[in-house]
């Protein structure tokens, strides 16, 4: 998918290479092969108005992106599109407008897919019974062999997420071409629904288990106006490979060195308590282990 780079204020093509991007979720939505008159990018420089962007309609280019200062145009047939279908709110289209169009290594869609979505975010533990408590829906998970799965399993289960942390199946992670063992940055979206789903997962053996392609974190949903709701979902699905994680080495300087005894007390060793914890929950019983 080819962007026109223009000037905004004069609404000239300029004499630069089409911005190309790959394996996006906008590209699913409106067609690879989009006529490139039909698309622009162009910076927001100092001085832009209001008044040069309302003009470019005059070209038939409408404003649906925006990334910083970095603002995607297409015409009003695509403006219609992801004004309808991915984001309804102006403000989501600013906040997360680089979603839609961010590049990536590799992507496939899914016409027939199943996934469960927690909210990590009310993910909680009982002090007392060490059960592991979670919003994964109000309807309790079945598999296809007619075991329902208990509180305590669930719990295990949402423990594995995090903030926009997710899982995918393993099936997925393959066509993707995910490295084995390798978490990496992922771009997600469900055409039927709105938003866009974003943030880091890896392959677990959890999601054959639960005979789901992917266990999403609510919190890597963004732009959904609020309207998804956890649980089991049967829906179609784009998922996109972005970047692979790294190891890296990191160099501390001296302000650092002082206060990293605090920080480590104060951030790092809480979670990593919690991570033991439930390591030794696992594997007391190594079906838990994923």
């Known amino acids: ?49 209001e008044r040069d962007i309302e003009r470019l309609q005059e070209q038939d280019l409408y404003l649906i992106l925006a990334n910083g200062r970095t603002a995607y145009f297409g015409d009003r047939a695509i403006a219609e599109k992801v004004s ?24 496939i869609y899914k016409e027939q897919a199943r996934i469960l979505i927690i909210d990590d975010e009310t993910l909680s533990k009982d002090p007392a019974t060490g059960i592991y408590q979670a919003d994964w829906g109000k309807n309790p998970i079945t ?9 305590k399993a669930m719990g295990l289960i949402a423990s594995k997420l995090g903030d926009c942390y997710s899982l995918i ?24 629904w709105q938003g866009v ?19 999403i974190a609510k919190s890597s949903i963004k732009g959904d106006n609020k309207t998804t709701t956890t649980g089991i979902h049967e829906i179609s699905l784009f998922w996109s490979r972005k970047e692979d994680a790294k190891f890296t080495e990191q160099k501390l300087g001296t302000q650092a060195l002082v206060f990293f005894p605090e920080g480590v007390q104060a951030d790092v060793l809480p979670k990593l308590k919690i991570k033991a914890e439930r390591l030794a929950e696992a594997q007391s019983d190594p079906r838990k282990v994923a």
Do not use: W
């Not at 998918?1 to 223009?6: A, D, G, H, P, S």
């Open 143 to 151: 598999l296809k062999n007619g075991i329902t799965l208990s509180d």
């Open 84 to 107: 309808q279908e991915i984001f309804i709110n102006h403000s989501d289209a600013v906040a997360y407008g680089s979603l839609p169009v961010s590049e990536a290594k590799t992507s």
């Open 169 to 192: 199946s393993p099936e997925l992670a393959n066509q993707l071409q995910a490295g084995p063992n390798r978490p990496f940055q992922y771009r997600a979206a469900v055409p039927e």
């Open 1 to 49: 998918m080819e962007f026109r780079q223009i000037d905004l204020k004069t609404g000239q093509e300029l004499p630069l290479p089409a911005k190309n991007v790959e394996h996006s979720y906008l590209e699913l939505k409106i067609g690879k092969d989009i006529d490139p008159s039909k698309l622009a990018v162009g910076k927001m420089y100092d001085g832009i108005t």
């Open 197 to 215: 789903i974003k943030g880091t997962c890896r392959a677990s053996l959890l999601c054959q288990a639960l005979e789901v392609d992917g266990i």
